[in-house]
């Protein structure tokens, strides 16, 4: 009784508490991003792979491991048929420079409001939790890379790569 009291308290309201798993569809989004455009999930549908790589906080040291990780390996991922999405709950203005600091070659989106992330139940207190999801042409996420594990983009590049879902 105590605990769920506690876990009441401490998980914001409304809140899905359940993780997305592999399998299932992913969530559409419609986010602002650094190179200016407006950038859907559906744009890449029947297209390409989505990697969509939620983080922190930019300018951060993991988040800048991260996303500096994910550009250097940008050739093995275009190999792949995936396109890379950064996501993290700072303001557009943020990931611009965020993303000009690092020369990336792909996009971050800014989910300011924190939608997105909520929608791929990944949304904390005050930013996103480090999760990456493959996404297949057809939309489905067909692997799922948490907190270290997402650190590092060549485990998200064999999952590109394999025909079949990546345990969790």
């Given at each position: 009784m105590m605990l769920t009291l506690a876990l009441a308290l401490l998980l914001p309201e409304g809140e899905p508490t359940e993780k997305l798993r592999i399998g299932e569809p992913a969530p559409a989004f419609s986010l602002a991003a650094s190179n200016g455009k407006t950038i859907q999930l559906a744009d890449f549908k029947g297209k390409k792979k989505v990697v969509l790589a939620f983080f922190p906080k930019a300018f951060t040291g993991g988040c800048t491991k991260e996303m500096s990780g994910f550009r250097d390996q940008q050739s093995a991922f275009d190999e792949a048929g995936a396109q890379i999405l950064g996501i993290s709950m700072d303001d557009l203005e943020?990931?611009?420079?965020?993303?000009?600091?690092?020369?990336?070659?792909?996009?971050?989106?800014?989910?300011?409001?924190?939608?997105?992330?909520?929608?791929?139940?990944?949304?904390?207190?005050?930013?996103?939790?480090?999760?990456?999801?493959?996404?297949?042409?057809?939309?489905?996420?067909?692997?799922?890379?948490?907190?270290?594990?997402?650190?590092?983009?060549?485990?998200?590049?064999?999952?590109?790569?394999?025909?079949?879902?990546?345990?969790?």
């Open positions: 943020t990931q611009k420079k965020f993303a000009e600091s690092l020369k990336l070659t792909f996009p971050l989106l800014a989910d300011k409001s924190g939608r997105t992330a909520s929608a791929y139940r990944v949304k904390g207190a005050l930013w996103a939790n480090r999760t990456t999801f493959i996404i297949n042409e057809a939309g489905m996420i067909i692997a799922i890379f948490e907190g270290k594990d997402a650190l590092d983009p060549v485990a998200a590049v064999g999952a590109c790569v394999r025909k079949t879902p990546t345990a969790r």
